[in-house]
């Protein structure tokens, strides 16, 4: 049994990630988490970021003047952690360093198996969307990357897309863990043949994600159904305003706990997401909400994201779009009988088991061994 800390700048006890994570770790090994909010179940210490310090901000005159050191140190999480951490030196054989800004927080414990970084996103590009963030800050976090991460032990991401840009851009070899579900004992539900398709959404409410799109292709469409949108509150205003625009037969309702989840979405047909590629990650994306309808054996409609494209094809599991428009989402719609739906949600049956987290974890279980190993 080893002493393992997962180290994440996210509020842990409800990051569905690093609770998988945790509990895959927790069968063998003995697990302090460091992060915002309560303590996770399994670990047995829990270190907490103090709410005031819950926050990955930067100094503005520090990266102007790319003083990237200062400006790392300066990160009230990374201070705070840091606080936390010093009498832990030490102790840890091995550091479970999410994202990029905590891997330097893990090199610096020196654990004596190493660092293993698990990288949620490509974090130089995160907002490239945006003309100033693409200016002053991607270079900040390329230099994370760079003086850091290429530091780690073994390193993981969230998919391949994301894989090939950390290896070609900054040299990063990083395996792929898919942002799976745990898997489900659950039984797709009866389409009826006469009612209105059940249709559902779940997710954050950020306006880069243009769910606009979902409620007009509904409008579009003559194919009967509900629309249901369980949005997690990141941006009220936002929320208002698909309010206001959703027609009959569509609802914006508010999010249920990670825990039911997937129980909650066993009650309906189709699982939609239609993801503009407003920016590299989003244009890369493979979401955890992918997985979950799966583990709720529904059917899937996406958009020609590739990664989830790919998903949807290869396992007969969706649709695809052809392309980000309220239009071709309609034709899509449109095309659906409750027969071909029955079809879609018997594949993500068949599928449940190896598109679950069980499965997908294993690739952090070899990197976590290998360390472990080479350690002895």
Known sequence: MADVLVLSFSPIASDARVLKQIALLREQHSVTSCGYGP??????????????????????????????????????????ARRLLRPHM???????ANDVETVPLGLWLRPRAGVHADLHEYSPRLHEENPAWRRRIAPFYRWLCRRFVLKADSVTTVGQGLAEAYREELGIEAAVVVNAAPFAELEPTPVPDDGPLRLVHSGAALRNRQLEVLLDAVAATYTPLNLDLLLMPNDPPYIEELRARAVEGVRVLDP??????????????????????????????????????????????????????ALAREHGVGLVAEDFTAEALAAVLDSLTPERVRELKAASHAAARELSAETAVQGWARAIDALLEAAE
């Open 39 to 80: 303590a996770p179940e399994g670990v047995v210490e829990h270190l907490e970021i103090p709410a005031n310090a819950a926050t990955v901000a930067l100094n503005g005159r520090l990266i102007t003047a790319r003083a990237y050191l200062p400006a790392y140190a300066a990160i009230p999480a990374v201070t705070a």
């Open 256 to 309: 249920v706990p990670y825990s039911q989840l997937v129980s909650t979405l066993n009650g309906y047909d189709l699982g939609v997401h239609v993801l503009p590629p407003v920016n590299f990650n989003n244009a890369n994306a493979l979401p955890n909400k992918v997985f979950d309808y799966v583990q709720a054996r529904l059917g899937l409609v996406v958009g020609p994201t590739p990664e989830m494209a």
């Open 90 to 96: 030490g102790r840890h054989e091995l550091v479970i």
